[in-house]
């Protein structure tokens, strides 16, 4: 029987900005999970 290795996370940076207040998010995200934060309004920094 062949492993399967499962999807790693990628540590991403998101921000967005909240009122007057930029808010900065740092954590590990899979593919549809990220997806699902840009929907929500939250930008990629590179």
């Known amino acids: 029987m062949a492993s ?3 999807r790693q996370r990628k540590w991403m940076l998101l921000f967005r900005f ?4 930029a808010v ?3 954590e590990p ?7 699902s934060r840009l929907r929500a309004g ?3 920094i590179d």
């Open 18 to 21: 909240e009122g007057e207040q």
């Open 29 to 35: 995200l899979g593919k549809c999970e990220l997806n």
């Open 4 to 6: 399967h290795r499962k």
């Open 42 to 44: 939250w930008k990629l």
């Open 24 to 26: 900065h998010l740092y």
